[in-house]
Every structure is written in structure tokens, then in C-alpha cells.
């Protein structure tokens, strides 16, 4: 079986089964992936689900000599597996710590085929999905050999239609399952997003741009930048297997065949015209259809009136110069939008940023003087009721976990030495204010 022509088939999974934090090997990417595919929309139980292993090997377009041994490993590695799946129970935000997988058959010989069911745990993220979940073309992934660009693929198509997602770095470690690796994040950034972004670019239906959230220099998340991606070997694929018959002529064709046009005179004005001037007089007739309903009135015979119109080179189509009039003016609120949504992030970023150099300050103040940190410690919490109450807890303890604790020992430390932060204020105190101003006169 040659992969290229690797028949469709669709993964689905529900959104909070696709943010699981979890690790896999790439087979074992694969062949969970593999197996979602085979699971139907009417599906209510899970069966179990048979997979040859040569048929495997065949649908990924592997030449590796151990895929075989590989897949044999893949049950035994993923009864081992635990998956924490993020929900939401009465407003809480909870884990689900379950397995993937409840029982597996492999054979005894090399080749042959395994068996698997899934987790009954499983059931509410994969089967019967109605809403928030993620379904994709299978031969979208046939080609990745990196488990984590699987992962950013399924993570980012999530939003394709939104065209955007923002991660904090830490958080997206943990979802990847790198928390404890790369920690140098030029590591992290050319193995795994860089990786990524030419994976998918080659391979996928969407691809991205990303830019960095730094803290002072240091890398705190990353904005992802979705696109459809046009020129992926998917697409490419599907040019050469399918008719040559483009979406646009699809669409004239039904719209027109079913208004009563005839396949002869049809076929006469696409040659003739072309498709796309075919395609504004059939705005323009629905524009009519429109216009005239609003003044309770009809088309009677809409083929009959466009043969009349299409051959007309002066119509003027004044409802659709007013759509594009809105349309036009949409996409400026939106530009103003996407704007003020940056002059926003820019004001909570040189706040993050004057906050860190205090916080930074207060560090070695506190290094230059041990003395100077118990005593604001102690006087904060002789002077809060909320922080003497446990005195099982030391100091250190109320100022390690708890953030308003200290937020309190900050404050005291600031009013202590006026001086030597103003000078820090000052630096960002006029950047503020111009970026208040300019949120405020937009």
C-alpha cells in the first residue's frame, strides 16, 4: 500500500483528551492515532480494535527495519501509560489521572496483527463527541517522524479558526511532557517548535509563524500564528488523486443545475465566461433574490432571468458595493481591534517588566541583609491575623507559599527604601503613562 494514497479517514478526539498531559514514543503516537481513526461517529461502545502490523508499517511509509518489533512494544508500553486529562466539574478545575488502554492481544511471531480496547475512562473523549472537539484528516500526520509535531499540530488545529493560540512555556512543557528536558529554551525552540513549524509546513493541512512573551529577556510563552497551508504535500495529494474540477466550479455547477439551468448551456457559459465572471452574475441574482423578498416580492423564474443577465456587461450590482462597503469597514474594527488588543498586551508587559526589577532589587536586599527580611516578615505578620493564626508555620513558609504574604513583605520593604525604587519607577513610570494614554485616546 502506498501511503501517498493513504485512504481519508478522520481522528477525533475531544479538546480536553488533545491538551492531556502525557508522553508518547512516535509508534506509540501512531498507533493510538491510528486506532482513533477507527472509532465511527455513530459508535456508543468501544470495540476492540484490530490492526495488521504489516498494514501499519504499509499506512505510515516506514522503511525501518525495526517497525515491526516497535509496534509488537506498542500495547505493552501503553497498558503502562498514565493520562492526566484537565476537566471541569461545579466550576473546579480537576485532572483525570486514567489509563489509555484496558486490554491488548500481540502476536507471537513477528508479523500478524495486535488488538486493543481502550480505557473505559475513555469513553466521555472519544466516543459520541457533540461538542468542543478536534477531528482531522489522518494523512495529515502519515508522514511526521516527531511525536511532539504531532502534538503542536493537534494543539494548534484546535484554533485554526481562530487563527491563534498562546501557550506560557511551562505549560506547554507539561502538555508535551518535556517539563524536566530542554531547559535552555534555544534547546527546546530549534527541537521541538522549529521542528514543528517545518513538519508541518511540509506535511499538513495548516502551518504557523510564532513570535516570543519575554519577561526582560527572558522567554515566558509562545503566540502561535495559524494558517491554512495551501501548498502542503496533502494538498498536493489530493490535486492528483481527485478530478481536476476546481471547488469554485463545483459550486456554480450545483448552484445553477439546480436553478434549472441545462448541463449543455452550462458547460457553454463556462467556457464562454469563465468562473468568475459566472460567479459575480450569480451574486448578483441572488442579491436580487434578496432585495426583492424584502419588498415581498419574487424571481419566478430565476434560469429564464439568468440567461437574461449574463450576458450584460454594464450591470451594476449595488447590494453587493454596499456589502463590500461593511465588509470593508469590519476588517478596519478588527485592525483597531488587534490594535488596542497590542497596546493592551505592551502596558501589561512593561508592568510585568518594572515589577520584575523590583522583585529583583528586594532579592538583593534581602542577600546584603538576612536581618532586614526576618524582621518585615515578622512585623507582617504580627500586623495580619490571616498570617499569626498558624504558628506550625515559620516565616519562610507564609513567604515561600503564600503570594499575598509576600505581596505584604514586598509593599513594607518598597516604603522602607522610597529611594532606591523610585529610581526604577521612574524609568517605566513615563512609559505607563504613554501607553495609558494612547489605550484611553483610542
Given at each position: 500500500?502506498n501511503?501517498?494514497?493513504a485512504?481519508?479517514?478522520?481522528?477525533?478526539?475531544?479538546?480536553?483528551?488533545?491538551?492531556?498531559r502525557?508522553?508518547?514514543?512516535?509508534?506509540?503516537?501512531?498507533?493510538f492515532?491510528k486506532?482513533?481513526?477507527l472509532?465511527?461517529?455513530?459508535?456508543?461502545?468501544?470495540?476492540?480494535?484490530k490492526?495488521?502490523?504489516?498494514?501499519l508499517?504499509?499506512?505510515?511509509?516506514?522503511?525501518?527495519?525495526?517497525?515491526?518489533?516497535k509496534?509488537?512494544?506498542?500495547p505493552d508500553?501503553?497498558?503502562?501509560k498514565?493520562?492526566?486529562i484537565?476537566?471541569?466539574?461545579?466550576?473546579?478545575?480537576r485532572?483525570?489521572?486514567?489509563g489509555?488502554?484496558?486490554?491488548?492481544?500481540?502476536?507471537?511471531?513477528?508479523?500478524?496483527?495486535?488488538e486493543?480496547?481502550?480505557?473505559?475512562?475513555?469513553?466521555?473523549?472519544?466516543?459520541?463527541?457533540?461538542?468542543t472537539?478536534?477531528?482531522?484528516?489522518?494523512?495529515?500526520?502519515l508522514?511526521?517522524?516527531?511525536?511532539?509535531?504531532?502534538?503542536?499540530?493537534?494543539?494548534?488545529?484546535?484554533y485554526?479558526?481562530?487563527?491563534s493560540?498562546?501557550?506560557?512555556?511551562?505549560?506547554?512543557?507539561?502538555?508535551?511532557?518535556?517539563?524536566d528536558?530542554?531547559?535552555?529554551?534555544?534547546?527546546?525552540?530549534?527541537?521541538?517548535?522549529?521542528?514543528?513549524?517545518?513538519?508541518?509546513?511540509?506535511?499538513?493541512?495548516?502551518?504557523?509563524e510564532?513570535s516570543?512573551?519575554?519577561?526582560?529577556?527572558?522567554v515566558?510563552?509562545?503566540?502561535?500564528?495559524?494558517?491554512r497551508?495551501?501548498?502542503?504535500?496533502?494538498?498536493?495529494?489530493s490535486?492528483?488523486?481527485?478530478?481536476?474540477?476546481?471547488?469554485?466550479?463545483k459550486e456554480i455547477?450545483?448552484?445553477?443545475?439546480?436553478?434549472g439551468?441545462?448541463?449543455?448551456?452550462?458547460?457553454r457559459?463556462?467556457?464562454n465566461?469563465?468562473?468568475?465572471?459566472?460567479?459575480e452574475?450569480?451574486?448578483?441574482v441572488?442579491?436580487?433574490q434578496?432585495?426583492?423578498?424584502?419588498?415581498?416580492?419574487?424571481?419566478?423564474?430565476?434560469?429564464a432571468?439568468f440567461?437574461?443577465?449574463?450576458?450584460?456587461?454594464?450591470?451594476?450590482?449595488y447590494?453587493?458595493?454596499?456589502?463590500?462597503i461593511?465588509k470593508?469597514?469590519?476588517?478596519?474594527?478588527?485592525k483597531?481591534?488587534?490594535?488596542?488588543?497590542?497596546?493592551?498586551?505592551?502596558?501589561?508587559?512593561?508592568?510585568?517588566?518594572?515589577?520584575?526589577?523590583?522583585?529583583?532589587?528586594?532579592?538583593?536586599?534581602?542577600e546584603?541583609?538576612?536581618?532586614?527580611?526576618?524582621?518585615?516578615?515578622?512585623d507582617?505578620?504580627?500586623n495580619?491575623p490571616?498570617?499569626?493564626?498558624?504558628?506550625?508555620?515559620?516565616?519562610?513558609?507564609?513567604?515561600?507559599?503564600?503570594?499575598?504574604?509576600?505581596a505584604a513583605?514586598?509593599v513594607?520593604?518598597?516604603?522602607?527604601?522610597?529611594?532606591?525604587?523610585?529610581s526604577?519607577?521612574?524609568?517605566?513610570?513615563?512609559?505607563?503613562?504613554?501607553?495609558?494614554k494612547?489605550?484611553?485616546?483610542?
Amino acid at each position: 500500500m502506498n501511503n501517498q494514497h493513504a485512504d481519508k479517514a478522520l481522528v477525533t478526539k475531544s479538546n480536553n483528551l488533545v491538551e492531556a498531559r502525557y508522553h508518547f514514543s512516535i509508534w506509540e503516537t501512531r498507533v493510538f492515532t491510528k486506532l482513533v481513526s477507527l472509532i465511527q461517529p455513530g459508535d456508543e461502545a468501544f470495540k476492540k480494535y484490530k490492526l495488521q502490523i504489516k498494514d501499519l508499517v504499509n499506512f505510515f511509509g516506514v522503511n525501518d527495519n525495526d517497525a515491526y518489533v516497535k509496534i509488537k512494544a506498542v500495547p505493552d508500553n501503553l497498558l503502562k501509560k498514565v493520562v492526566t486529562i484537565p476537566y471541569t466539574e461545579n466550576g473546579e478545575e480537576r485532572f483525570l489521572k486514567t489509563g489509555l488502554i484496558a486490554q491488548a492481544s500481540i502476536p507471537k511471531k513477528k508479523e500478524g496483527f495486535i488488538e486493543i480496547s481502550f480505557h473505559p475512562d475513555l469513553k466521555p473523549y472519544l466516543l459520541q463527541l457533540k461538542r468542543t472537539f478536534l477531528s482531522y484528516d489522518i494523512r495529515n500526520v502519515l508522514k511526521i517522524s516527531s511525536v511532539y509535531s504531532v502534538r503542536i499540530y493537534e494543539l494548534l488545529k484546535q484554533y485554526e479558526k481562530i487563527g491563534s493560540r498562546e501557550f506560557d512555556l511551562d505549560t506547554l512543557k507539561v502538555i508535551l511532557g518535556v517539563s524536566d528536558k530542554y531547559r535552555l529554551y534555544g534547546h527546546f525552540k530549534s527541537r521541538i517548535i522549529l521542528k514543528a513549524q517545518k513538519d508541518l509546513k511540509l506535511h499538513t493541512d495548516i502551518c504557523f509563524e510564532f513570535s516570543e512573551i519575554k519577561l526582560k529577556r527572558k522567554v515566558i510563552g509562545i503566540l502561535f500564528k495559524i494558517k491554512r497551508n495551501k501548498n502542503s504535500e496533502l494538498d498536493k495529494i489530493s490535486k492528483t488523486v481527485e478530478v481536476s474540477v476546481s471547488p469554485l466550479q463545483k459550486e456554480i455547477e450545483k448552484k445553477l443545475l439546480n436553478w434549472g439551468i441545462s448541463k449543455q448551456t452550462l458547460k457553454r457559459y463556462i467556457k464562454n465566461y469563465g468562473l468568475e465572471y459566472i460567479e459575480e452574475r450569480i451574486r448578483y441574482v441572488v442579491n436580487q433574490q434578496e432585495l426583492k423578498a424584502k419588498r415581498s416580492e419574487k424571481i419566478t423564474n430565476i434560469a429564464a432571468y439568468f440567461n437574461s443577465i449574463i450576458g450584460k456587461k454594464d450591470l451594476v450590482d449595488y447590494v453587493e458595493e454596499e456589502k463590500v462597503i461593511k465588509k470593508t469597514q469590519k476588517k478596519k474594527a478588527k485592525k483597531a481591534d488587534t490594535k488596542k488588543k497590542n497596546l493592551e498586551k505592551d502596558l501589561i508587559q512593561l508592568r510585568r517588566n518594572m515589577e520584575y526589577e523590583e522583585q529583583e532589587k528586594i532579592s538583593v536586599l534581602f542577600e546584603n541583609n538576612t536581618f532586614l527580611k526576618e524582621k518585615t516578615m515578622e512585623d507582617v505578620r504580627k500586623n495580619s491575623p490571616l498570617f499569626y493564626s498558624d504558628r506550625n508555620k515559620s516565616n519562610e513558609d507564609y513567604f515561600k507559599d503564600n503570594p499575598l504574604f509576600r505581596a505584604a513583605v514586598f509593599v513594607l520593604v518598597k516604603k522602607a527604601y522610597k529611594k532606591e525604587f523610585a529610581s526604577i519607577r521612574n524609568v517605566y513610570s513615563s512609559k505607563i503613562k504613554a501607553a495609558e494614554k494612547k489605550l484611553k485616546n483610542f
